[in-house]
């Protein structure tokens, strides 16, 4: 866990990322169903276990996207190898995105739809570009603290 190593960041300055992947609900206490998009909510299963974290990343921004914007991560090497497996065994399926940035919740829900390689996930949130900057800020203090810590 990443706190362990990072009490000197302040709290409000630090955000937690973890992305879980969508499975078919087996009726055990792995996995259950999450809402996610707050306008229109939909119901995704995922397991309760994420398989990235924030300690993966190696660097977070938003990014202007054409009449909006998005949340892009960078993951470290781990990370990187991680996503591509993940991506390539389960594509077709939803990853689920949480973040804990001040308020905590379900950011997106998006399909990989092609494995991702390079180790870039890049998504539209839901939430405000002001929320979305909080998460980013506090994601590269969490990997910066992580890096030093961790060389």
Not at 80 to 109: D, K, N, V
Request: charged share 20%; net charge positive.
């Amino acid at each position: 866990m990443w706190s362990a190593g990072c009490q000197s960041i302040k709290k409000k300055e630090a955000s937690t990322f973890r992305v879980h992947l969508e499975v078919v609900h087996d009726g055990t206490e792995k996995n259950a169903p999450i809402p996610v998009y707050r306008q229109n909510p939909i119901y995704v299963n995922v397991e309760n276990a994420p398989f990235l974290t924030e300690v993966h990343i190696s660097k977070a921004s938003v990014v202007d996207a054409i009449g909006s914007f998005q949340i892009m991560i960078q993951f470290d090497r781990r990370g990187t190898w991680l996503l591509e497996q993940y991506s390539t065994a389960h594509r077709g399926r939803r990853i689920a995105i949480f973040s804990h940035f001040g308020p905590a919740r379900w950011l997106a829900a998006p399909v990989m739809n092609k494995p991702i390689t390079d180790g870039l996930l890049v998504f539209t949130p839901d939430a405000t570009r002001e929320e979305s900057e909080r998460v980013v800020v506090g994601l590269n203090n969490v990997a910066k603290e992580f890096q030093k810590n961790n060389p």
